[in-house]
Nanobody
């Protein structure tokens, strides 16, 4: 399995940008896909973006045109670039890995967008 450590969260004003990072260690060779999820207070965790082992990407409709997922394979890091942030983007953001072993979650990083 893999271990995931997120970073890059914080407080930002509406309209601003943040870049989240997810450092991956462990059985990287057996990864199938990396995802970002988020969970706002009182709401269910929702999927935000995915990047597959082949490099294909997809983002949720709610963030399309504002968020982008990417990776640096040499540094075993996955990123979530978040632009034009809205108050409703406030949530804990989680890195998630899918692989031959199953699924792994990071501990989450808080993103707070103020109006």
């Amino acid at each position: 399995q893999v271990q995931l450590v997120e970073s890059g969260g914080g407080l930002v004003q509406a309209g601003g940008s943040l870049r989240l990072s997810c450092a991956v260690s462990g059985s990287i060779f057996s990864l199938n896909a990396m995802n970002w999820y988020r969970q706002a207070p009182g709401k269910q965790r929702e999927w935000v973006a995915v990047i597959t082992s082949g490099g294909s990407t997809s983002v949720a409709d709610s963030v399309k045109g504002r968020f982008a997922i990417s990776r640096n394979t040499a540094q075993n890091t996955v990123y979530l670039q978040m632009n034009s942030l809205k108050v409703e983007d406030t949530a804990v953001y989680y890195c998630h890995a899918e692989g031959a072993w199953g699924r792994s979650w990071g501990q989450g990083t808080q993103v707070t967008v103020s109006s």
